[in-house]
């Protein structure tokens, strides 16, 4: 297997086709597995672990320990085709008016079953596109969050914003509110590929809406690319990175379009005979991340880029990094609540997501009930497989030792799954005790080695390609 030894630094981009065609006889290309933003994933929620489990995990969170919060805005103005995030389109007003009301509802019932002088570290405010949101509702909706979770020391605030549905006003809004980082979409500057998802965004406003926000003292600074999309080129993802690099964002995430078009409707709308084919879409994101490390970037995971200094890069030099369901985070706190239509709520215990249609989410609100509908109980074993399956996807290496001091005599039940991993990946994974790694060559195969670890997750058209 000499082509295991081609490049040992990870250059993916000088990699031999029969390095391809052996991550494709693995089955890279056709494996759809998930991107395990958690464990177990949401599909595997039931209604059996709903509101009383979220009262109470509520109840028994620890007031000394800081919790972080997830507010879901699920309201744009544009639909793009390619989204497969919760969201609907509106052109009025008064459907986001009546929902921030409800959020503000929700937290009161909140108030109820959380501990007194609990306080919040964290808060991020996602989408959908919370800058739909007017100042006024972007002032009640901070007030009320402040009233209900003071802010402790340090507390970080980020938003999703919409360069298209942003102004100053907005920007001074947030800023009053406490918002220290900020999160950008972008996706692709090139025209073609704009067309072909139903998203124009110039060059121009989005500097504009960078500039603004450095204006507004934000530090940190994040873009969101999509590869693999429809009439997307190597020529245009160079373009729009180096427009990306113009920007000079602290980081970037490159995310591979996730084409679920039975889950996400919208999609439908997207021409698959323009979507790159798998080779090509691989390419793809090598060439980034090539570019991306050429300049200074850091590598974080499967899909995230930060400058050395960025406190990613930090946490991941420290061995600190997390995966919450935004995707990489600095963010330690093991108790994340998530408010609004659809947003899931992390306990010790396990989890718990509301209502996912806004319609039902209100109706739960409207009758004094809290909103949690689906969830998961967490045994230890789950707890065991689901802290291997974030080392992975965060490290690409699972430390047996540090599994050990958490969850003692217990971690010998992975011991089968090392070894099926090690004979089905044969030389790009090793066992080193105490350290299983996968190999530079083998990391795009990360979610699917991830899938061995997760005992409750059938392979499924519902999970986008594991490449
Ligand atoms: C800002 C939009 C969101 C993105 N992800 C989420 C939101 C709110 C949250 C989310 N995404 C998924 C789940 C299910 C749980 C899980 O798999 O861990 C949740 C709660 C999974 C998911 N995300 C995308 C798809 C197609 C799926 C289904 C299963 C899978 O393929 O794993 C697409 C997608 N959504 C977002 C991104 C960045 C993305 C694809 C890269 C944003
Ligand atoms: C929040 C971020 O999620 C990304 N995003 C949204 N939908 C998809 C998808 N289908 N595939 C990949 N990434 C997606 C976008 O980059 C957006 O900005
Ligand atoms: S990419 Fe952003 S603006 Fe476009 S539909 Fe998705 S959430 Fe809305």
Same mark, same amino acid.
């Given at each position: 297997?000499?082509?295991?030894?081609?490049?040992?630094?990870?250059?993916?981009?000088?990699?031999?086709?029969?390095?391809?065609?052996?991550?494709?006889?693995?089955?890279?290309?056709?494996?759809?597995?998930?991107?395990?933003?958690?464990?177990?994933?949401?599909?595997?929620?039931?209604?059996?672990?709903?509101?009383?489990?979220?009262?109470?995990?509520?109840?028994?969170?620890?007031?000394?320990?800081?919790?972080?919060?997830?507010?879901?805005?699920?309201?744009?103005?544009?639909?793009?085709?390619?989204?497969?995030?919760?969201?609907?389109?509106?052109?009025?007003?008064?459907?986001?008016?009546?929902?921030?009301?409800?959020?503000?509802?929700?937290?009161?019932?909140?108030?109820?079953?959380?501990?007194?002088?609990?306080?919040?570290?964290?808060?991020?405010?996602?989408?959908?596109?919370?800058?739909?949101?007017?100042?006024?509702?972007?002032?009640?909706?901070? *007030? =009320?969050?402040? #009233? @209900? /979770?003071? !802010?402790?020391?340090?507390?970080?605030? &980020?938003?999703? %914003?919409?360069?298209? $549905?942003?102004? *100053? =006003?907005?920007? #001074? @809004? /947030?800023? !009053?509110?406490?918002?220290?980082?900020? &999160?950008?979409? %972008?996706?692709?500057? $090139?025209?073609?590929?704009?067309?072909?998802?139903?998203?124009?965004?110039?060059?121009?406003?989005?500097?504009?809406?960078?500039?603004?926000?450095?204006?507004?003292?934000?530090?940190?600074?994040?873009?969101?690319?999509?590869?693999?999309?429809?009439?997307?080129?190597?020529?245009?993802?160079?373009?729009?990175?180096?427009?990306?690099?113009?920007?000079?964002?602290?980081?970037?995430?490159?995310?591979?379009?996730?084409?679920?078009?039975?889950?996400?409707?919208?999609?439908?709308?997207?021409?698959?005979?323009?979507?790159?084919?798998?080779?090509?879409?691989?390419?793809?994101?090598?060439?980034?991340?090539?570019?991306?490390?050429?300049?200074?970037?850091?590598?974080?995971?499967?899909?995230?880029?930060?400058?050395?200094?960025?406190?990613?890069?930090?946490?991941?030099?420290?061995?600190?990094?997390?995966?919450?369901?935004?995707?990489?985070?600095?963010?330690?706190?093991?108790?994340?609540?998530?408010?609004?239509?659809?947003?899931?709520?992390?306990?010790?215990?396990?989890?718990?997501?509301?209502?996912?249609?806004?319609?039902?989410?209100?109706?739960?609100?409207?009758?004094?009930?809290?909103?949690?509908?689906?969830?998961?109980?967490?045994?230890?074993?789950?707890?065991?497989?689901?802290?291997?399956?974030?080392?992975?996807?965060?490290?690409?290496?699972?430390?047996?030792?540090?599994?050990?001091?958490?969850?003692?005599?217990?971690?010998?039940?992975?011991?089968?799954?090392?070894?099926?991993?090690?004979?089905?990946?044969?030389?790009?994974?090793?066992?080193?005790?105490?350290?299983?790694?996968?190999?530079?060559?083998?990391?795009?195969?990360?979610?699917?080695?991830?899938?061995?670890?997760?005992?409750?997750?059938?392979?499924?058209?519902?999970?986008?390609?594991?490449?």
């Amino acid at each position: 297997m000499s082509w295991l030894k081609s490049d040992a630094s990870g250059d993916l981009l000088k990699w031999g086709m029969d390095t391809l065609t052996h991550l494709r006889k693995l089955g890279l290309f056709s494996a759809r597995v998930p991107r395990y933003t958690s464990y177990p994933t949401a599909p595997v929620f039931s209604t059996a672990t709903g509101a009383s489990f979220q009262t109470k995990c509520m109840e028994r969170l620890d007031p000394s320990e800081p919790v972080s919060v997830y507010v879901h805005i699920p309201f744009c103005e544009r639909l793009c085709w390619f989204c497969a995030c919760r969201t609907q389109g509106t052109t009025s007003l008064a459907p986001v008016e009546r929902y921030v009301d409800a959020s503000i509802a929700e937290l009161d019932l909140w108030r109820d079953a959380l501990p007194e002088d609990l306080r919040m570290g964290r808060l991020h405010w996602g989408g959908g596109t919370p800058t739909i949101m007017t100042p006024a509702m972007i002032h009640k909706l901070g *007030a =009320a969050l402040r #009233a @209900a /979770l003071p !802010a402790a020391a340090p507390f970080e605030f &980020s938003v999703e %914003i919409d360069p298209t $549905a942003v102004d *100053a =006003a907005k920007i #001074a @809004a /947030l800023t !009053a509110e406490g918002m220290t980082r900020a &999160s950008i979409g %972008i996706q692709d500057f $090139a025209p073609e590929v704009q067309g072909a998802i139903g998203r124009e965004q110039s060059f121009e406003a989005t500097q504009r809406c960078v500039d603004m926000l450095r204006d507004a003292g934000i530090t940190s600074l994040n873009t969101d690319l999509v590869y693999g999309l429809p009439h997307q080129t190597e020529e245009r993802l160079a373009e729009t990175i180096e427009q990306v690099l113009a920007l000079n964002a602290d980081r970037i995430a490159l995310f591979g379009y996730a084409h679920v078009p039975t889950m996400a409707k919208r999609q439908t709308l997207v021409d698959e005979t323009a979507l790159p084919d798998d080779e090509a879409r691989f390419h793809l994101a090598n060439f980034a991340a090539l570019r991306l490390r050429k300049v200074g970037f850091e590598q974080i995971g499967i899909d995230h880029f930060a400058r050395p200094d960025d406190s990613l890069s930090v946490a991941k030099r420290a061995k600190k990094l997390k995966r919450n369901f935004q995707g990489y985070t600095d963010d330690t706190c093991p108790t994340l609540l998530g408010l609004g239509a659809s947003s899931i709520s992390r306990f010790r215990q396990g989890y718990v997501q509301n209502a996912s249609a806004t319609a039902a989410y209100l109706k739960r609100i409207d009758a004094g009930q809290l909103a949690g509908h689906r969830g998961h109980f967490h045994t230890a074993e789950d707890r065991l497989r689901g802290r291997a399956i974030e080392m992975l996807m965060c490290e690409f290496h699972i430390d047996l030792d540090i599994l050990e001091e958490e969850f003692g005599a217990m971690v010998s039940i992975l011991g089968p799954i090392h070894d099926a991993v090690l004979r089905k990946f044969p030389g790009l994974v090793s066992l080193r005790e105490p350290v299983l790694a996968i190999a530079p060559q083998g990391r795009p195969l990360v979610r699917m080695i991830a899938h061995c670890y997760d005992a409750y997750t059938p392979y499924g058209v519902n999970y986008s390609k594991a490449s």
